[in-house]
Nanobody, 125 residues
Framework: QVQLVESGGGLVQPGGSLRLSCAVSGFTLDDYTIGWFRQAPGKEREGVATTDRSDGSTYYADTVKGRFTISRDNRKNTVFLQMDKLRPEDTAVYYC??????????????????WGQGTQVTVSS
């Protein structure tokens, strides 16, 4: 059974940091490109960061570039999203998703085969 389980969300003050984890099971992480997405209330889901399965290349949305870092530990079947210098506009539910193709650029929603249930990130003072 394929599962992606996000964790690490919470409430943080502006300028703070959080580290999200996406633990996968039911498939081998090496074989999948993984993306982090987020959805704020009243807004569409958007891609935040992607790590490609072929060589681990990483891609970021302009809004998070320089503040967020995506990484993967294939031995632990886990993908991370380190979020620094958080802003109130980063508040959203964050999701990880998997696609079984090589990818250049941010993963798009329609390409994803599997999704996690999401974890809430709230940036507020």
């Amino acid at each position: 059974q394929v599962q992606l389980v996000e964790s690490g969300g919470g409430l943080v003050q502006p300028g703070g940091s959080l580290r999200l984890s996406c633990a996968v099971s039911g498939f081998t992480l090496d074989d999948y490109t993984i993306g982090w997405f987020r959805q704020a209330p009243g807004k569409e889901r958007e891609g935040v960061a992607t790590t490609d399965r072929s060589d681990g290349s990483t891609y970021y949305a302009d809004t998070v570039k320089g503040r967020f870092t995506i990484s993967r530990d294939n031995r632990k079947n886990t993908v991370f999203l380190q979020m620094d210098k958080l802003r109130p506009e980063d508040t959203a539910v964050y999701y990880c998703a998997a696609d079984d193709t090589n990818y250049v650029g941010l993963l798009v929603i329609d390409e994803c085969d599997f999704w996690g249930q999401g974890t809430q990130v709230t940036v507020s003072s």
